[in-house]
C-alpha cells in the first residue's frame, strides 16, 4: 500500500510541474501565430456575354474562362405585380461544352420584357426575361453571368 501512495504523490507532483510549465510566458509573445484558416476564392465565371439574332433564334455567346470545362445555361424568368419584383423561376436550358448556345425553344423578338396584362384582380402583371450562364470546373462551378434574353412578347 505504501508503494501506490508514492506513485499517486510522484503522479500528483508531476502534474503540478507540468500546469506550472504552462503558465510560463514564452519569451516573444509574436512567437505564436493564430491557426491559418484555408484560403477561399472564387472559380472564374464567363465574361464578354452577349445575345444575336440567328436565324430567328437567340444565340448566346461568351467568352471562357481559363480551366472551364463545361458551361449550364439557364433562363430566367421573372414576375412583376404592378411594376414591383415578385419572384423568379430558373430553368436549365443545357449543360454545353462549347461557348455558345443557341435557344431554338424560344423565337427572337428583341425584346426581354413582358407585355403588362390586367389580370382579374385588377393588378397588372409582367416581368422580363434574362440568360445565365455558369462555368464548370473540375473543383466546382463559378458565380453565374447574365444578359438579358430578347424573348419577351413585347
Known sequence: MRRFST???AAALLAIIAAAACDTPTASPAARTPAQTPARFTLSAPTGLSVTNSGGYPLV???APA???SYKVSLINYN???GAYQRRFIGTLATVTSTSYLDTANPWTGSYMKCDIEGPDGNIYGG???YQVIANYPTGSSLDARIYAPIGDC
Open 67 to 69: 480551366g472551364a470545362t
Open 128 to 130: 422580363w426575361y434574362e
Open 80 to 82: 412583376t405585380v404592378n
Open 7 to 9: 506513485l499517486r504523490g
Open 61 to 63: 455567346s461568351w467568352t
